[in-house]
Each structure stands twice: as structure tokens, then as C-alpha cells.
């Protein structure tokens, strides 16, 4: 009896420990397959890019309406040190910078446009040009406000609606991560490239002269390299054929022989080489024999 009350109670208690883990993993999934309310508002605005560059492929999704960008970058640009940045983003309140010297082209209602950025006198010239296929004629649209402002004259030029618009965010591209890590990077590698160049003397100090002086001097001496114009061995002035025919009647006069001449050449750098002297010795003797 005690045994078969064991066992019921054994089976009541592994199935409540059974029931409150399905009921657990039924809970987790129903959390995992709703959506968090500040993630939805994230994913409602949401880039596909391709980095192929300096074509840049974007499809942007907004509200489940996809529109599809390609870029073809002309000139990267660079964020300069008082950087202008866009209007607080209503929805999140992000900003991006805008590069100076920023130009590309993208295609958008069926016309091909280039979009430029341009700082002067400390505001941002936005530009957008574009050929007229009706007239033929190169048409452009600026505006120092912001790139949406040039952005929506340009579609008004188009004769939209006043209900149509556009971001100037997006299609400037400014949201664009690769874009704004390669302007990154760049202005590195030129910092980098800058502070590897030596300054002018005017900017120095005169201690900084001095060892700059001094470290120019120690490369000329160790690579120096003296070089004379119209320079002529002293060999070549001397050994011509009357130098050499003196040699010779003088060693022969003095029994010098050909082992003995090599001997001195070897010792006395200053006296000509052996062969050329026997040279001009067999020339003689051949001289005299013919005649």
C-alpha cells in the first residue's frame, strides 16, 4: 500500500515538473515571436548594401517599400575639421557628417544625376546636375540648406507633387557605414602621410636647424661620391706610343727582362703593366723586320 502510494506521488510531482516546463517553453516561444516595440521602429527603416566600390548597391526598405540605389562614387570626399553635420533624425535622433568634396552618380526616376558637396565660407553648397533629355541641355539645382532641400527642388524641377519627397540623408547617402569608414580611413593614412613629411625651416626651431643641418651633413658624408667631368686616366695620357717606346729602348738598354719588369709592376704600382711594354715590343721588333 505505502509502495503504490509512493509511486502516485511520485507521478503527480513529474507531471507538475513536466507541465511547468511545457508551460515555460510555450511562454518563451510567444516572447521570442512577438516583436519588441523600439526594435520595430528600428526595423521600419532598414539598408541592403553591397560594397563593390566604387559602385556602391543599396536597396532601402521603409515600411516594407523597397527602393533600390546604385552609386558610382567620383570622389570620396573628406570630413573636414569643423565638420557640418545633418539635422537631428525625428525618429532616432541620429546625425551624419558631411564630407566635403563628395560627388557621385545615381540613377532615380529614370534619370541619371550627379550629386555633389562642397564647403564654402563655412556652409555646405549641396548640388544636383543632371542632362535634360528634352532640350538636351545640362540642368542643376543648388541649395545651402540641406541636402533634403536640394534634393525636393530637384523633384519639383521634375514636376511632382508637393506630396513627393525625398530624403537628402539617403540619397546623398550619408547613412551609409562603408562610405564613412572609408573617408575614415583615408584621412588616416594622409595624417599618417603628413607627419612623415619633414617641415620647412621657418617653421623650426633653431635647435631643430641644427640637428636637421647636422643629420644632413653625416648623409653627404657617408654618401659621397666625388665625380670629376672630363676626367682621363693618367694611364691613358701616358701610355701612348713614344711613353711606351721609351720603356722600351730603356729596359733593353738595361737588359731588364720580361720577369723582371713583371716583378717591379707588381711592387710599384706606378710603373705600366709588363704586357703592355712587351706589347709595344713585339710591335717594334715586327716594324723593324718588315722593313
Given at each position: 500500500m505505502n509502495n503504490?502510494?509512493?509511486?502516485?506521488?511520485?507521478?503527480?510531482?513529474?507531471?507538475?515538473f513536466v507541465g511547468f516546463f511545457q508551460n515555460y517553453f510555450s511562454q518563451t516561444q510567444k516572447s521570442k515571436s512577438l516583436p519588441d516595440s523600439s526594435d520595430n521602429q528600428n526595423k521600419k527603416s532598414q539598408n541592403l548594401v553591397k560594397d563593390n566600390y566604387p559602385y556602391i548597391y543599396?536597396?532601402?526598405?521603409?515600411?516594407?517599400?523597397?527602393?533600390?540605389?546604385t552609386y558610382r562614387i567620383i570622389s570620396l570626399g573628406f570630413y573636414p575639421l569643423n565638420v557640418t553635420k545633418t539635422r537631428r533624425n525625428s525618429i532616432n535622433g541620429t546625425v551624419y557628417q558631411i564630407p566635403d568634396d563628395y560627388s557621385f552618380i545615381?540613377?532615380?526616376y529614370k534619370i541619371q544625376i550627379t550629386c555633389k558637396t562642397q564647403y564654402q565660407n563655412n556652409l555646405v553648397k549641396y548640388t544636383i546636375s543632371w542632362i535634360d533629355h528634352n532640350s538636351e541641355t545640362q540642368?542643376?539645382?543648388?541649395?545651402?540648406?540641406?541636402?533634403?532641400?536640394?534634393?525636393?527642388k530637384f523633384l519639383q524641377k521634375l514636376g511632382k507633387s508637393n506630396k513627393s519627397s525625398i530624403s537628402g540623408v539617403k540619397l546623398f547617402a550619408f547613412?551609409?557605414?562603408?562610405?564613412?569608414?572609408?573617408?575614415?580611413s583615408q584621412s588616416i593614412d594622409l595624417e599618417k602621410q603628413r607627419s612623415s613629411q619633414q617641415k620647412p625651416l621657418e617653421e623650426l626651431s633653431l635647435s631643430q636647424i641644427n640637428r636637421r643641418l647636422r643629420s644632413l651633413a653625416n648623409n653627404i658624408k657617408d654618401n659621397n661620391n666625388t665625380i670629376e667631368l672630363n676626367f682621363q686616366s693618367l694611364v691613358d695620357n701616358f701610355t701612348?706610343?713614344?711613353?711606351l717606346d721609351s720603356i722600351v729602348y730603356a729596359f733593353d738598354d738595361a737588359l731588364v727582362s720580361r720577369d723582371s719588369l713583371r716583378r717591379l709592376a707588381a711592387v710599384i704600382p706606378g710603373i705600366d703593366r709588363?704586357?703592355?711594354?712587351?706589347?709595344?715590343?713585339?710591335?717594334?721588333?715586327?716594324?723593324?723586320?718588315?722593313k
Amino acid at each position: 500500500m505505502n509502495n503504490d502510494s509512493n509511486t502516485n506521488t511520485a507521478d503527480t510531482n513529474t507531471s507538475k515538473f513536466v507541465g511547468f516546463f511545457q508551460n515555460y517553453f510555450s511562454q518563451t516561444q510567444k516572447s521570442k515571436s512577438l516583436p519588441d516595440s523600439s526594435d520595430n521602429q528600428n526595423k521600419k527603416s532598414q539598408n541592403l548594401v553591397k560594397d563593390n566600390y566604387p559602385y556602391i548597391y543599396v536597396t532601402r526598405i521603409m515600411s516594407q517599400r523597397k527602393t533600390n540605389y546604385t552609386y558610382r562614387i567620383i570622389s570620396l570626399g573628406f570630413y573636414p575639421l569643423n565638420v557640418t553635420k545633418t539635422r537631428r533624425n525625428s525618429i532616432n535622433g541620429t546625425v551624419y557628417q558631411i564630407p566635403d568634396d563628395y560627388s557621385f552618380i545615381v540613377t532615380i526616376y529614370k534619370i541619371q544625376i550627379t550629386c555633389k558637396t562642397q564647403y564654402q565660407n563655412n556652409l555646405v553648397k549641396y548640388t544636383i546636375s543632371w542632362i535634360d533629355h528634352n532640350s538636351e541641355t545640362q540642368q542643376y539645382i543648388t541649395s545651402y540648406s540641406s541636402a533634403t532641400d536640394v534634393s525636393n527642388k530637384f523633384l519639383q524641377k521634375l514636376g511632382k507633387s508637393n506630396k513627393s519627397s525625398i530624403s537628402g540623408v539617403k540619397l546623398f547617402a550619408f547613412d551609409l557605414e562603408c562610405l564613412e569608414k572609408r573617408r575614415n580611413s583615408q584621412s588616416i593614412d594622409l595624417e599618417k602621410q603628413r607627419s612623415s613629411q619633414q617641415k620647412p625651416l621657418e617653421e623650426l626651431s633653431l635647435s631643430q636647424i641644427n640637428r636637421r643641418l647636422r643629420s644632413l651633413a653625416n648623409n653627404i658624408k657617408d654618401n659621397n661620391n666625388t665625380i670629376e667631368l672630363n676626367f682621363q686616366s693618367l694611364v691613358d695620357n701616358f701610355t701612348t706610343d713614344e711613353y711606351l717606346d721609351s720603356i722600351v729602348y730603356a729596359f733593353d738598354d738595361a737588359l731588364v727582362s720580361r720577369d723582371s719588369l713583371r716583378r717591379l709592376a707588381a711592387v710599384i704600382p706606378g710603373i705600366d703593366r709588363e704586357y703592355l711594354i712587351s706589347k709595344r715590343r713585339t710591335e717594334i721588333n715586327n716594324f723593324m723586320s718588315n722593313k
